[in-house]
């Protein structure tokens, strides 16, 4: 999947320097000033680039790889898959804002494949068991909520969420680490529980990185991702609905996990339960620290309704002044409707919460599938939509089918047999000729003179 994004960002890059004689950004942006708005040059470049980045931080439909990336070790995730190197694709059109504020189609192409992307994974993530598997589906979520910033021109916005959410998910991941560590290496959440009592440094700081990623306030999920919905909302009234359902599911879904894992009886083994403990202070240091990170984070740009200064908007400002002044500042919102907003959402939330609480605590419904009513709906995303069968059906198997046939007929019946034929004549050759070699003198004299007359004879015709 990245490789058909490394395509597609080589290709704009190329068009770049074809179009601007240049690949710095002074350059590019001194001289895509003076062109229109949907320039067709500006849209096919900026469209190229949003390939790049959708292969690189796993949208729709290039995300497949992101789960299967989880199999590594969870600082490797926590570092590289939910911090760093997935967030490349929106640092790379924040960066570029000013060629995308001139591409108002590739912008609306961005903003409906991250509302897309944000709903479609965090769908998936509340029917998943495995508990890296839960934070992956959520990585790409979070990413889709920064690609709708970016997509209805909310660069600080999608630059801030991506500053927390490197705060927050980087706990969570190395938070499910020192489960799986305290467990043994389990990481399906039917096979936990009670696990608060047992690993209390690990609960209270995944408890903090939850709180954040679901936009509870004060914490910093809850100013960066407000910031973006409030964009949406001045831009789309029904994309606003949507982020938010999106940013609903996000509560459901990462407070099924933190039920499941730490509340009621222990559903595990007995020598897991045997062995079941606190992680060492190398592991419980780093995440108390992230966990105040992830609580104090939104503090780099709160908001001037809560008397805040805005810090980060402001040292962002001059790498955002084009696009600015190009027209990507959103209409003001009044205070008033700022509450509205912010009250709808975290009520919205704090119901979510309270309703995975009553089905996974109360209840205890949803620990093993046959305890889910096994409708189509609910197969077809506890399935996750069949994306990885129709990959495998569309693009998989015809490879397979594809190297098999050059294996076995052009390989195995062309190019081996000319090959073992010319080692076979080599052979044949050999064999025939070494009659020759009988050992006697005279007959050797025969020969050399039989061959001095050959080469007369046919110097003479020559």
């Given at each position: 999947m990245n490789r058909i994004g490394d395509?597609?960002?080589?290709?704009?890059?190329?068009l770049i320097f074809n179009t601007f004689n240049s690949l710095s950004f002074d350059q590019v942006f001194a001289q895509a000033k003076l062109m229109p708005v949907g320039n067709p040059a500006i849209f096919a470049i900026t469209l190229l680039l949003f390939i790049g980045a959708v292969g690189k931080s796993a949208q729709i439909p290039l995300y497949t790889w992101l789960p299967d990336a989880m199999a590594g070790p969870t600082p490797v995730s926590a570092l590289i898959h939910a911090a760093t190197m997935v967030t490349a694709g929106v640092y790379m059109i924040a960066r570029s804002n000013l060629l995308y504020v001139l591409a108002p189609a590739t912008m609306a192409v961005i903003g409906i494949t991250g509302l897309a992307t944000a709903l479609f994974a965090a769908s998936i993530a509340i029917f998943q068991n495995d508990i890296k598997k839960i934070l992956a589906y959520s990585t790409i979520s979070q990413l889709g909520f920064m690609f709708v910033g970016l997509g209805v021109g909310a660069f600080t916005g999608a630059m801030f969420h991506l500053t927390t959410h490197?705060?927050?998910?980087?706990?969570?991941?190395?938070?499910?680490?020192?489960?799986?560590?305290?467990?043994?290496?389990?990481?399906?959440?039917?096979?936990?529980?009670?696990?608060?009592?047992?690993?209390?440094?690990?609960?209270?700081?995944?408890?903090?990185?939850?709180?954040?990623?679901?936009?509870?306030?004060?914490?910093?999920?809850?100013?960066?991702?407000?910031?973006?919905?409030?964009?949406?909302?001045?831009?789309?009234?029904?994309?606003?609905?949507?982020?938010?359902?999106?940013?609903?599911?996000?509560?459901?879904?990462?407070?099924?996990?933190?039920?499941?894992?730490?509340?009621?009886?222990?559903?595990?083994?007995?020598?897991?339960?045997h062995h079941?403990?606190?992680?060492?202070?190398?592991?419980?240091?780093?995440?108390?620290?992230?966990?105040?990170?992830?609580?104090?984070?939104?503090?780099?740009?709160?908001?001037?309704?809560?008397?805040?200064?805005?810090?980060?908007?402001?040292?962002?400002?001059?790498?955002?002044?084009?696009?600015?002044?190009?027209?990507?500042?959103?209409?003001?919102?009044?205070?008033?409707?700022?509450?509205?907003?912010?009250?709808?959402?975290?009520?919205?939330?704090?119901?979510?919460?309270?309703?995975?609480?009553?089905?996974?605590?109360?209840q205890q419904k949803g620990l093993a599938p046959d305890q889910v009513v096994q409708s189509f709906p609910v197969r077809l995303v506890s399935k996750k939509y069949y994306v990885d069968e129709l990959y495998d059906f569309i693009m998989?198997?015809?490879?397979?089918?594809?190297?098999?046939?050059?294996?076995?007929?052009?390989?195995?019946?062309?190019?081996?047999?000319?090959?073992?034929?010319?080692?076979?004549?080599?052979?044949?050759?050999?064999?025939?000729?070494?009659?020759?070699?009988?050992?006697?003198v005279g007959f050797y004299m025969f020969i050399m003179i039989l061959g001095i007359i050959l080469i007369l004879?046919?110097?003479i015709l020559i």
């Open positions: 395509l597609g960002f080589l290709m704009g890059m190329f490197a705060f927050f998910k980087a706990l969570l991941f190395l938070g499910a680490g020192s489960v799986i560590h305290a467990l043994g290496g389990e990481q399906d959440i039917r096979n936990m529980g009670g696990l608060r009592n047992r690993l209390p440094k690990t609960y209270l700081t995944f408890l903090t990185g939850t709180l954040a990623i679901a936009g509870i306030p004060p914490l910093s999920g809850f100013f960066s991702k407000d910031e973006i919905l409030l964009h949406l909302f001045s831009h789309s009234g029904p994309m606003w609905v949507i982020a938010v359902i999106g940013s609903l599911m996000t509560a459901f879904y990462m407070f099924r996990l933190l039920y499941l894992a730490f509340f009621r009886d222990f559903r595990g083994t007995q020598e897991q339960l079941l403990h606190e992680s060492p202070p190398v592991m419980t240091i780093p995440l108390m620290l992230l966990a105040l990170l992830a609580a104090l984070g939104g503090m780099l740009n709160i908001p001037a309704l809560f008397e805040g200064g805005s810090w980060l908007s402001g040292f962002l400002a001059p790498v955002f002044a084009d696009a600015a002044k190009a027209g990507a500042t959103p209409p003001a919102i009044s205070h008033g409707t700022e509450w509205a907003l912010m009250g709808v959402t975290l009520a919205g939330c704090v119901f979510m919460i309270f309703l995975a609480y009553r089905r996974f605590v109360s998989v198997k015809p490879l397979l089918w594809k190297s098999r046939f050059l294996y076995e007929i052009i390989e195995v019946r062309f190019i081996d047999r000319m090959v073992n034929g010319v080692g076979k004549m080599v052979v044949w050759t050999g064999n025939a000729v070494r009659f020759i070699q009988t050992g006697n004879f046919l110097n």
